[in-house]
């Protein structure tokens, strides 16, 4: 990587630790961008993965499930979460694909994965690829794979009409793996660290706003609902973080050692 890739990779942590704690969608979407730019990606997106009933021994994917995820981009026929909603579905059916076993390989370690290194040739001639990938131009996709603990992982993915070069997947290693910090907001702010249960997509609005100077009656606005719907809200983010008050809630995206 040359002297020049690492210093704008540099300045890119710099702006993202000026984020205050309440705008972490938004500083998602500016890393997301940022890096689909280096790598020449026409998409980007983060998944929050947690672990569960990992214990039950006939299940390929091991227990995991994806969380969250929130993309650069969103594409049709799903504009909330993208084409990705589908695969998802598809994933909790446990329909195995041979690409999904990709995120399984040295689980629990920092780590790249991507469909041009990790499947054979074949794979890019069935259904599946054609449907979920080469039908929105997507030839090659890659993942930078950052484990908060054993059940927890944070994945970046970048989706791309043209192969990642070696080079590319480097730039974008380096990149995620030096903010630790950042891969902790984001399962935070999704419910996926430390909360009882994940949070829903409301929730994660409400988590979003309480982090920031604003009134309950002021989220409520915000929101479009009544002040008693939003304090209803609020109390079960307490309730899932294991809080009392927003100073509580505030300080755990001050811990930002992980």
């Known amino acids: 990587m040359s002297p020049e890739d690492q210093e704008s990779i540099h300045r890119l942590w710099d702006e993202l ?3 205050e704690a309440g705008q972490w969608m938004q ?7 940022a890096l689909a730019g280096m790598a020449q990606a026409w998409n980007a997106t983060w998944a929050g993965a947690i672990r569960v009933d990992a214990g039950v021994g006939d299940d390929p994917l091991q227990g995991w499930r994806v969380g969250a995820v929130q993309a650069l981009r969103p594409v049709a026929p799903h504009p909330d979460e993208g084409h990705f909603k589908e695969i998802l579905k598809v994933w909790d059916r446990r329909e195995i694909d041979p690409s999904f076993l990709l995120p399984l390989k040295e689980v629990g370690s920092f780590r790249t994965y991507s469909l ?16 979920h990938y080469g039908s929105v131009g997507t030839q090659d996709a890659v993942f930078v794979a950052f484990p908060l603990n054993r059940d927890c992982e944070s994945h970046f993915g970048f989706y791309s009409a043209q192969s990642f070069t070696d080079a590319e997947i480097a730039q974008l ?10 891969h902790r907001h984001l399962m935070l702010g999704s419910g996926l660290l430390l909360a009882s249960s994940p949070l829903t997509p409301t929730e994660r ?10 009134s309950e009656k002021g989220i409520a606005r915000q929101i479009d609902t009544a002040p008693s719907t939003t304090h209803q809200h609020v109390t079960r983010i307490f309730r899932k973080f294991g809080v009392r008050s927003r100073a509580e809630l505030m300080s755990l995206w001050l811990k930002r050692g992980g």
């Open 17 to 19: 630790s000026d984020v």
């Open 27 to 33: 500083a998602t979407s500016h890393l997301l961008a």
């Open 116 to 131: 041009r290194r990790g499947l054979p040739p074949a794979w890019f001639d069935t259904p599946f690829f054609h449907r």
């Open 173 to 182: 290693a380096y990149a995620l793996r030096g903010i630790k910090w950042f």
């Open 205 to 214: 609005r409400v988590l979003q706003l309480l982090l920031t100077k604003a």
